[in-house]
């Protein structure tokens, strides 16, 4: 048997053994608290409303340090889309992680419902302080309603 014959035998054991460190079934992986789901959805409902009223928080300023006010004007709208798409993207992460059935809609539906109630009833109080804890609730209380709707969409 030549040398080029035996190569490809060792490096197959070589990928065995990469593979048996890289099992699912692996007891010192760790990939999520053991959380009951609806727990689970509030939880990231919660980080995604914090997400968000950071992402806010540092667009004025980024338009107070470039414009010298608040007020983003054109980049108003560009801004918003993404933190709106960077909190779904980052919600969905977090449900995933959480081994959440329906990720992407809840995380979708919970962002788009937030925004609805922000834009159709709190748009003339945005700017006050209780902000910082009314958006984290609220977030949470839509993306529980998201895996309600969800949940009756795939029965």
Partial sequence: MSDEDR????????????DKTTEPDDPSRFD???LPAGVAVVV???????ITVAMVWLSERAC???RGTPNCGALGLPL??????VTIVLGTVMLRRLMQPNAGMVAFLG??????VVVGVLSDHLFTPWTVLVIPVL???TFLAARFVSGKLES
Avoid: E, M
């Avoid at 035998?9 to 070589?14: E, V």
């Avoid at 990231?44 to 914090?50: I, R």
């Avoid at 962002?111 to 609805?116: D, S």
């Fill in 7 to 18: 190569v490809p035998d060792q490096a197959a054991g070589q990928d065995q053994t990469a």
């Fill in 32 to 34: 999520a608290p053991p």
């Fill in 44 to 50: 990231a409902g919660v980080l995604c409303g914090f």
């Fill in 64 to 66: 107070d340090a470039s």
């Fill in 80 to 85: 918003l889309l993404l933190t709106v798409v």
């Fill in 111 to 116: 962002v788009c419902f937030t925004l609805l």
């Fill in 139 to 141: 977030t949470a209380v």
